[in-house]
């Protein structure tokens, strides 16, 4: 079993600005963002960064000639581009810092088109550049996203799949314990159906126990991460927004190459759909075959998986949590995903996990 920290990092770091009480709220706020957004391919050469009017700031100008005030995500993307440190250039006076990222743009490499997405607000003169990415950067809208999820779950606040109680019991949904959260830089998504439960014999201790099924999905549209889905079984979610008792957690991540928008469709969306369709009684009978899957021999089966010593550390590492040896699948499966949890490194661990999922695969 796992602990799932990802909703809690962003339950702790978001302003209220940034949280929302339904899908359709957030739906709202993103699609007026994209509404107001374009995007375009400039070469770097037409590019020029200029102090802004109070020469406390910077400001990009086009070919137009309009000015657009670089987010902080942005600018980080321009002096990479460039080759330069953000922090380092963040630190120094703006006409020193429009100098070397100007260097950089026109002089020191290559003429190479950059791929903006500004944004202005109607009837302001500035606007913002949200964006400085390759040419080919596939960009998936967070609106599209979110709709999609609508399309297959509702609201998020009244259907099987929705925002997730407290300690398995349902609450108000407020800004204070929403899981939804969105800003002109990426959106988060946690929902969960926490009422149609998968009841599993023997999950502790000898003792029936209940999972609820969840997922995460998240999205940048300004290339500060991929669009990744993330589904597991779990126990509850804390009021912290940490999520217990992790199982079965299974990822599909999707680059912004310029066929992300097509793969969004061919991949994510139709495994949000068998997600959301999928029956419990179909989870829980793969789980009940994986607990009844008695291993002839367990030293045998470990080593041909993972290698002896990988099955030398799973075996003390299952006796260590469930106080006996390994003797089933669901055993093997126990085991795997808590040794991930000792993993330094997220990707890793993930892997891990989705790997230790496959075995409840394995033919009974």
């Known amino acids: 079993m796992s602990t799932l920290l990802d909703c809690n990092k962003q339950w702790s770091s978001r302003p209220a600005e940034e949280r929302f009480t ?49 987010s902080h995500h942005a600018f980080g993307q321009l002096a990479s581009l460039v080759g330069a440190p953000a922090g380092y250039l ?9 100098d070397c990222l100007n260097f950089g743009l026109q002089y ?11 944004t202005r607000e ?18 998936v809208w967070n609106s599209d996203v979110i709709r999609a999820l609508i399309d297959r779950f509702g609201d998020g606040v009244s259907g099987d799949f929705r925002i997730p109680g ?20 990426d959106c988060f998504v946690f929902l969960a159906d ?60 999707i680059r912004h190459t310029a066929s992300a928008p097509e793969r969004f469709l061919e991949q994510v969306q139709p ?19 994986a ?18 010593r990988r099955a030398a550390v799973l075996q003390s590492t299952h006796l260590l949590e469930e106080g006996r040896p390994i003797e089933t699948v669901w055993d093997v499966v126990t085991a795997a995903t808590a040794h991930a949890r000792g993993i330094a490194y997220t990707a890793d661990r993930v892997d891990a996990e989705a790997e230790a999922g496959q075995l409840l695969r394995l033919p009974a």
């Open 271 to 289: 495994a949000l759909r068998s997600y959301a369709n999928a029956s419990s009684g179909g989870i829980e009978q793969a789980l009940r075959d």
């Open 108 to 118: 020191s490499r290559d003429v190479e088109d950059v791929g903006v997405l500004i």
């Open 166 to 185: 407290e300690f398995g019991h349902a609450v108000e949904v407020t800004t204070k314990n929403t899981t939804l959260f969105a800003s002109d830089r």
């Open 22 to 70: 339904s899908l359709p709220a957030m739906l709202g706020t993103m699609q007026a963002l994209r509404d107001n957004s374009r995007a375009g391919v400039v070469p770097s050469r037409r590019l020029e960064v200029v102090p802004a009017a109070d020469n406390r700031g910077l400001v990009v100008t086009g070919p137009n000639g309009h000015p657009y005030a670089p």
């Open 122 to 139: 109607p009837g302001t003169p500035e606007g913002t550049l949200r964006a400085a990415t390759g040419p080919r950067y596939g960009r």
């Open 194 to 253: 926490e009422a149609n439960r998968i009841s599993l014999p023997n999950r502790r201790d000898g003792k029936t126990g209940t999972l609820a099924r969840g997922f995460f999905v998240t999205n940048s549209e300004v290339g500060a991460g991929a669009l990744k889905v993330r589904t597991f079984l779990f126990d509850y979610a804390c009021s912290n927004r940490i999520v217990w008792g992790a199982e079965q957690v299974q990822d599909i991540a």
């Open 90 to 98: 963040r630190e120094l006076p703006a006409p020193m810092a429009a």
């Open 291 to 308: 607990q009844k899957a008695r291993l002839d021999n367990v030293g045998d089966f470990l080593s041909k998986r993972y290698g002896p």
